[in-house]
C-alpha cells in the first residue's frame, strides 16, 4: 500500500495514547502514514501530535498527523481505525457504584460481569455503534481495531453493524508468567521473555476468559505434568482459580484471578473492582509535563512508551496493509471455524499469524470439558450485545439471569432500572 490512513479514536488518553504511535512510527516505522488523532480535549490532542511527529523525525519516517476533536472530521479515506475509547469512565463507574450500593449492597463490581459490566457494556456498544454509523458512511471499507472493553461485546456490536472488527487484549499474556513462576517460584516482568522464549503454550477461548490448552518445552514435551506436581507440593502464581481449573479439567485459565472472577459465583477468592482507570491525578500531571517536554524537543519519545501497553493494533496495520510478518499471541476476530465448539457469531480469542497482507487466526480444539463455559460467556455476551444494539430491556433482564455473577436478580433489575436511567444520555431509551 503505498499510503495509509489509521484513525485513532480515543487518542487522548495519556496511557494508552502513545501505544499505537510506538507501534506504527517507532517499532514499525511504516512510511507514507497518515494518522489521524481523534480526542475531544484539544489540549490532549496537541501533546499526542507533538509526540508523534517528534518520533516520526527521529526514524525519518515520512507520517502526516493531523488532529481532530470529532472522529467524522477525521474518517474519510481511512483504512484502519483503531478505538480506545470510554466516555466519562471515570464519572459514569462512580454513579454506577453509587446505584449498586444503594440497591443492591454487597453485589461483585467487575468490569465485564455483574450490574457495573452490564451497565458499562451498554455504554460501549452505544458508542461504538454511533462510530460505526459514521465508518460506513465515510469509510466502509475500513477495518475497526479495537482494544476498549469489553472488548468481546464491543466487537461483536461492531461487527454486527457491518464493520470489519478485530480486537487486541493483552490479558491472556499473564498466562506465561502465571505457568513460569509455577515451575520456578520466580516473578518476571513485561515482557516475560525467560518465559516466551521457553514456553509453548496453546491459548483459546473468550476475550479475559482464555483457557491454557497445552504447556509445552520448544522441544515439544508436555509440561502439564510438571505443572501439576509442582502445585501439588505447594508451589502457585497466586491465582487459586486458574490452578483449580488445571487440576479439574487439564486446562488452566490463561487469565489472573482478577479478571476471570467476572464469569463465576462470587467466592472467597472473588476482589472487587475498586477503579476503572489508570493512574492518578499525581500520574496525569507528571505524564502530561513529558508528553510536552518530547513535544517541545526536550526530552526522547521513548520516555512515553514506559510502562507501555501489550496491546498492538499496529501489528496489524503492519502485517494488513504493509505486508510484515507478525506472530500475534492472541487476536480477537469473528468465529470462522478456529473454535469449532463455540457459535460462528461470536468473537473468539486464538493466536494468529500475519502474513502477505492476510491474518489467518489458529484453529483450536476445546477440551470437551471447557465448551460448558465458554458456551455459558458466548451466550451472555450475544445477550448483552442484543440488548444494546435492539435496546430492549427483556434481553437485558435475560442477561441477568444468565450472569453467574449476579446473585440477587430482583436486586440487579432495580440497579439496571437506574443504571439506564442515569445514563440515558448516552445509550438512548429502552423498550
Known amino acids: 500500500m503505498s499510503h495509509c490512513k489509521v484513525v485513532f479514536v480515543g487518542a ?80 459514569r463507574f462512580a454513579i454506577d457504584l453509587s446505584i449498586i450500593e444503594r440497591h443492591a449492597a454487597g453485589h461483585l463490581i467487575s468490569e465485564f460481569g455483574g450490574i457495573f459490566g452490564l451497565s458499562s457494556s451498554l455504554r460501549q456498544i452505544a458508542t461504538i455503534r454511533n462510530l460505526c454509523d459514521a465508518m460506513r458512511q465515510h469509510c466502509p471499507g475500513a477495518w475497526l481495531l479495537d482494544v476498549a472493553n469489553p ?65 509445552r518445552d520448544p522441544h515439544g514435551n508436555d509440561l502439564r505434568p510438571q505443572v501439576l506436581q509442582r502445585l501439588a507440593a505447594g508451589a502457585t502464581s497466586g491465582n487459586r482459580r486458574a490452578e483449580q481449573m488445571l487440576r479439574d479439567h487439564g486446562a488452566m485459565l490463561a487469565v489472573q484471578d482478577g479478571h476471570t472472577h467476572d464469569f463465576f459465583a462470587p467466592s472467597a477468592i472473588s476482589r472487587p473492582l475498586d477503579h476503572i482507570s489508570h493512574g492518578d491525578e499525581t500520574e496525569r500531571q507528571k505524564r502530561l509535563r513529558l508528553l510536552a517536554d518530547i513535544g517541545a524537543g526536550l526530552a526522547d519519545p521513548t520516555a512515553c512508551f514506559e510502562p507501555q501497553a501489550w496491546e498492538f493494533p499496529g501489528d496489524f496495520v503492519a502485517s494488513i496493509a504493509y505486508g510484515k510478518s507478525v506472530r500475534f499471541h492472541s487476536l480477537n476476530l469473528i468465529n470462522d471455524g478456529q473454535i469449532p465448539q463455540l457459535p460462528g457469531h461470536v468473537f473468539v480469542e486464538t493466536a494468529a499469524t500475519g502474513a502477505d497482507g492476510t491474518v489467518q487466526p489458529d484453529r483450536v480444539d476445546l477440551p470437551r470439558e471447557l465448551v460448558p463455559y465458554c458456551l455459558r460467556t458466548a451466550a451472555l455476551t450475544d445477550m448483552i450485545v442484543q440488548a444494546g444494539l435492539r435496546r430492549r430491556r427483556a434481553l437485558i433482564y435475560g442477561a441477568i439471569e444468565l450472569d453467574p455473577t449476579i446473585i440477587d436478580k430482583s436486586a440487579a433489575r432495580h440497579a439496571i432500572e437506574a443504571c439506564l436511567e442515569a445514563h440515558q444520555d448516552l445509550i438512548g431509551k429502552f423498550a
Open 151 to 215: 472488548l468481546p461485546r464491543v466487537c461483536q456490536a461492531a461487527h454486527e453493524s457491518g464493520i470489519r472488527t478485530a480486537g487486541f487484549c493483552s490479558a491472556s499474556l499473564s498466562s506465561y508468567q502465571m505457568i513460569w513462576k509455577i515451575l520456578h517460584g520466580q516473578d518476571l516482568p513485561y515482557p516475560f521473555e525467560p518465559a516466551i522464549n521457553q514456553l509453548r503454550l496453546t491459548i483459546a477461548g473468550l476475550n479475559h476468559h482464555t483457557f491454557v490448552i497445552d504447556i
Open 12 to 91: 487522548g488518553s495519556y496511557v494508552f495514547g502513545p501505544a499505537p504511535i510506538r507501534d506504527l512510527l517507532d517499532r514499525h516505522k511504516l512510511q507514507d502514514l497518515e494518522l489521524a488523532l481523534v480526542d475531544p480535549n484539544p489540549q490532549m490532542l496537541q501533546l499526542m501530535a507533538g509526540v508523534a511527529e517528534a518520533t516520526a523525525r527521529k526514524h525519518q519516517v515520512k507520517a502526516k498527523i493531523t488532529t481532530h476533536t470529532t472522529a467524522s472530521d477525521a474518517l474519510p479515506g481511512a483504512d484502519f481505525v483503531i478505538c480506545a475509547v470510554a466516555i466519562e469512565q471515570r464519572k
